[in-house]
């Protein structure tokens, strides 16, 4: 799955360095040995080996980044502490009432719940929704699935089996020359996004197509 993880995530970068330029531009240097050992002190458990791998070839995006993903921002090693310290601080002032909202799709695959301290954010909308890393599956569920969460994200669904499946959807749809481009932001720089639409929503669609 490693070699999964390099070799999709190298050719998106490139793809993505040839027809966004203004995106990619915003990428990171790799993380350092010390960079990743720090966050995993910091969540008390080991990173997932997909991730490191990730990592180890660009430590996100800086936070002037404008959302490599189709418009998410691939968060770097500092903004992943940052963002999962904050649910780290909502889990424990209780959550039990916000659950109450709160389905898997697939059914039994992700924990119906608003939050958990072992799902790791790797990308985010700045409205404070992930797409990450589930380490506590429910039942059904594989440690390492790809899962949305956040505050607007009650239903919650796996997206990929793993780090490397999700890249290689990611990259597949650019390689597939669909239309993802819909205008220009503020500064003119062109923008993307998957089927148009936040990319949660657009890997959704396509997980659940599946079962149709």
Not at 5 to 15: F, I, M, P
């Amino acid at each position: 799955m490693n070699n999964l993880v390099s070799t999709y995530w190298l050719s998106y970068r490139e793809k993505i360095n040839n027809r966004f330029p203004e995106y990619y531009k915003y990428l990171n240097p790799p993380a350092s040995e010390d960079e990743i050992l720090h966050l995993q002190t910091i969540l008390g458990y080991e990173i997932p080996a997909e991730m490191q791998t990730l990592y180890r070839l660009n430590n996100g995006e800086s936070r002037e980044g404008r959302g490599i993903f189709y418009g998410l921002q691939f968060l770097s090693l500092s903004e992943v502490e940052r963002n999962w310290l904050s649910w780290k601080e909502i889990i424990e002032d209780g959550l039990e009432d916000l659950n109450d909202f709160c389905t898997s799709y697939p059914e039994g695959v992700i924990q119906s719940i608003y939050a958990h301290e072992k799902w790791i954010p790797l990308m985010h909308d700045g409205g404070g929704n992930h797409i990450g890393i589930d380490l506590a599956p429910d039942v059904n569920g594989c440690i390492g699935q790809i899962i949305n969460f956040g505050r607007d994200e009650d239903e919650k669904c796996v997206l990929a089996p793993n780090l490397g499946e999700l890249l290689k959807l990611l990259d597949t749809k650019l390689e597939e020359n669909i239309q993802v481009t819909y205008g220009l932001n503020d500064d003119g720089v062109e923008m993307f996004a998957l089927d148009n639409t936040h990319l949660s929503d657009a890997l959704k669609a396509i997980v659940k197509s599946k079962y149709v």
